[in-house]
């Protein structure tokens, strides 16, 4: 079947919008690789900022009592001593100052 003169007309007058289509495909599938990146990117920054919970299920952890609470704000290990001022422990004798954190100094 041979080309015709009509037929290679028409192809030429067409031959800018082909270009156009090659282009933009071209392009498409560089901006869904960019889009791909970006989204990875921010579930990436999304998981870093999040809080995760601990993996090891095993630990147990207890409740922050108040303080003051007595027995039941205690520590393992604590006999609630702590309104007294000083309590001994596994390390010896513990003293409790007062006048620790009452004063600020504002001169620096």
């Known amino acids: 079947m041979p080309i015709r003169p009509i037929d290679l007309q028409t192809m030429l007058m067409q031959l800018s919008q082909v270009g156009r289509e090659q282009s933009a495909g071209k392009e498409g599938l560089a901006l869904q ?3 791909k990146n970006a989204a990875d990117q921010k579930k990436l920054d999304e998981t ?38 000083g309590k001994t ?7 409790k100052d007062p006048d620790l954190g009452t004063r600020i100094d504002l001169q620096g």
């Open 33 to 35: 690789g960019a889009m």
């Open 48 to 85: 870093k900022e999040s809080v995760h919970r601990a993996e090891d299920e095993e630990v147990a952890t207890r409740a922050v009592g108040d303080r003051g609470g007595g027995e039941e704000g205690a520590a393992p290990g604590e006999e609630g001593g702590a309104k007294e001022g």
């Open 89 to 95: 422990g596994k390390d010896g004798e513990v003293v």
